[in-house]
């Protein structure tokens, strides 16, 4: 893996730039040189030594740090795989070397052989093998377009896994508008872009690296039509990631908090407070889940919570009210349920118009005709309230005030 991130780095990085661009500004001057008569052939001469210093000043001084890549789980347990590469590109083996190159692959099919893969019927010696598009191409898979290069990986039953190694910031700019609307305001977008980062580099640095492209982790779904916009909005706060004391926040954020977000321990009870307790939100008011209302037979909750029967429900509330646990009252034994628990069964096998959009219950009630509750919110609760952010931006803040709000006591920190 690391051979595949220090090329992608090189390929995507800086350098490179820097270099096409003094190589036009030489090969311009070089022109001049063959071309011209004495007076700008000494102007030309100039252009080049004065490239030269350039050269040499911008390689040996301070430059923009690479962003590190970022995996992410497009699919597994595949028996083929569907790719186009519209462009110059290679196949690399996990060490770096080149299995297969050519100028574009229209319609490639990688399948499992007995050992190893192949690619359009031509054996590949791998089991795990990079599809890197040379220069910026994107490459095309099940009718989505990425950015970076798609690792397959054949696994000990013979079936495939498919990865996008991709530049984080460029990752970033795939994720963003599937995680908020892209008609909210900018400096909310921008909030959201520190959020997503932040929860990326937490995952790069504890436990399983792949990111999942779903909601598991964040939606992603490789480069859109509005990704030029996406690029800007995250551009703005390249390289910025949340910290509590030199660590990487686990920076939740969710959709609406409903008037207040919720202290992380008391919903995922492994994650420390700092930068993650529970402030009031007066700013998601817009937000169309801000109240609801939801009913279930009694009877149908029992069954989907488990129990025999409901016939109260009792509810442990934090200092802002929020629905913390339920402990569910019947003829059998009491249960006691965490919030997102009994969401969970509540919503199990449920229609749209049935779920618990989160799960705090301002108002609860057991009668004859049913569970009714009164709730506001859409979410977990912790962290950034997406709505309340938008809220924010039309009052004016700034992405780094929003930020400053829901994370209070996290420090902004520049890694790349
Ligand atoms: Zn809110």
């Given at each position: 893996?690391?051979?595949?991130?220090?090329r992608?780095?090189?390929?995507?990085?800086?350098?490179?730039?820097?270099?096409?661009?003094?190589?036009?500004?030489?090969?311009?001057?070089?022109?001049?040189?063959?071309?011209?008569?004495?007076?700008?052939?000494?102007a030309?001469?100039?252009?080049l030594?004065?490239?030269a210093?350039l050269?040499?000043?911008?390689?040996?001084?301070p430059?923009?740090s690479a962003?590190?890549?970022?995996?992410v789980?497009?699919?597994?347990?595949?028996s083929?795989?569907?790719?186009?590469l519209?462009?110059?590109?290679r196949?690399?083996?996990a060490?770096?070397?080149?299995l297969a190159d050519?100028?574009?692959?229209?319609?490639g099919?990688?399948?499992?052989?007995?050992?190893?893969?192949?690619?359009?019927?031509?054996?590949?010696?791998a089991?795990?093998?990079?599809?890197?598009p040379?220069d910026?191409?994107?490459l095309?898979?099940?009718?989505?377009?990425?950015?970076?290069?798609l690792?397959?990986?054949?696994?000990?039953?013979?079936?495939?896994?498919?990865?996008?190694?991709?530049?984080?910031?460029?990752?970033?700019?795939?994720?963003?508008?599937?995680?908020?609307?892209?008609?909210f305001?900018?400096?909310?977008l921008?909030?959201?872009?520190?959020a997503?980062?932040?929860?990326?580099?937490?995952?790069l640095?504890?436990?399983?690296?792949?990111?999942?492209?779903?909601?598991a982790?964040?939606?992603?779904g490789?480069t859109?039509?509005?990704?030029e916009?996406?690029?800007?909005?995250v551009?703005?706060?390249?390289?910025?990631?949340?910290?509590?004391?030199?660590?990487?926040l686990?920076s939740?954020?969710?959709s609406?908090?409903?008037?207040a977000?919720?202290?992380?321990?008391?919903v995922?009870?492994?994650?420390?407070?700092?930068?993650?307790?529970?402030?009031?939100?007066?700013?998601?008011?817009?937000s169309?889940?801000?109240?609801?209302?939801?009913?279930?037979?009694?009877?149908?909750?029992?069954?989907?919570?488990?129990v025999?029967?409901?016939?109260?429900?009792?509810?442990?509330?934090?200092k802002f009210?929020?629905?913390i646990?339920?402990?569910?009252?019947?003829?059998?034994?009491?249960?006691?349920?965490?919030?997102?628990?009994?969401?969970?069964?509540?919503?199990?096998?449920?229609?749209?118009?049935?779920?618990?959009p989160?799960?705090?219950a301002?108002?609860?009630?057991?009668?004859?005709?049913g569970?009714r509750?009164?709730?506001?919110?859409?979410?977990h609760?912790?962290?950034?309230?997406q709505?309340?952010?938008?809220?924010?931006?039309?009052?004016?803040?700034?992405?780094?005030?929003?930020?400053?709000?829901?994370y209070?006591?996290?420090q902004?920190?520049?890694?790349w």
């Open positions: 893996m690391a051979v595949d991130r220090v992608a780095r090189v390929r995507r990085g800086v350098l490179p730039l820097v270099r096409a661009g003094l190589d036009r500004l030489v090969g311009t001057a070089r022109r001049l040189v063959r071309g011209a008569g004495e007076p700008r052939r000494g030309a001469l100039a252009v030594a004065a490239a210093a050269t040499a000043v911008r390689c040996a001084g430059r923009r962003a590190p890549d970022v995996e789980l497009l699919d597994r347990d595949l083929s795989v569907e790719v186009a519209p462009g110059p590109y196949v690399l083996d060490r770096g070397g080149t050519g100028a574009r692959l229209k319609s099919r990688l399948r499992a052989r007995d050992r190893g893969l192949d690619l359009n019927g031509v054996p590949l010696t089991e795990t093998v990079l599809l890197a040379e910026d191409v994107e095309a898979y099940k009718g989505r377009t990425y950015a970076g290069d690792r397959v990986r054949r696994d000990a039953r013979g079936r495939l896994e498919v990865v996008n190694v991709v530049d984080v910031e460029e990752y970033l700019a795939g994720v963003l508008f599937s995680e908020m609307p892209a008609n305001p900018d400096e909310a921008r909030a959201q872009a520190v997503a980062r932040t929860y990326a580099r937490y995952r640095e504890h436990g399983e690296k792949l990111l999942r492209a779903t909601d982790d964040q939606v992603y490789g859109t039509r509005l990704q916009r996406a690029r800007a909005l551009a703005a706060s390249r390289g910025l990631v949340l910290e509590v004391g030199g660590e990487p686990c939740y954020f969710m609406t908090c409903g008037g977000t919720v202290d992380a321990p008391l995922f009870t492994q994650t420390p407070k700092a930068g993650l307790a529970g402030v009031a939100c007066d700013f998601c008011r817009e169309p889940k801000y109240r609801w209302t939801r009913t279930l037979a009694a009877g149908e909750l029992a069954r989907r919570l488990g025999k029967e409901v016939a109260a429900i009792d509810v442990e509330r934090d009210g929020h629905a646990r339920f402990t569910v009252r019947g003829s059998g034994e009491n249960r006691t349920f965490q919030g997102l628990d009994f969401r969970r069964a509540w919503n199990d096998g449920a229609g749209k118009e049935e779920q618990l989160s799960p705090w301002r108002q609860l009630e057991v009668t004859r005709g569970v509750i009164d709730g506001a919110g859409f979410g609760g912790v962290g950034l309230c709505y309340g952010a938008a809220g924010q931006a039309k009052a004016g803040r700034g992405w780094r005030e929003i930020i400053g709000h829901y209070r006591g996290a902004l920190v520049k890694r």
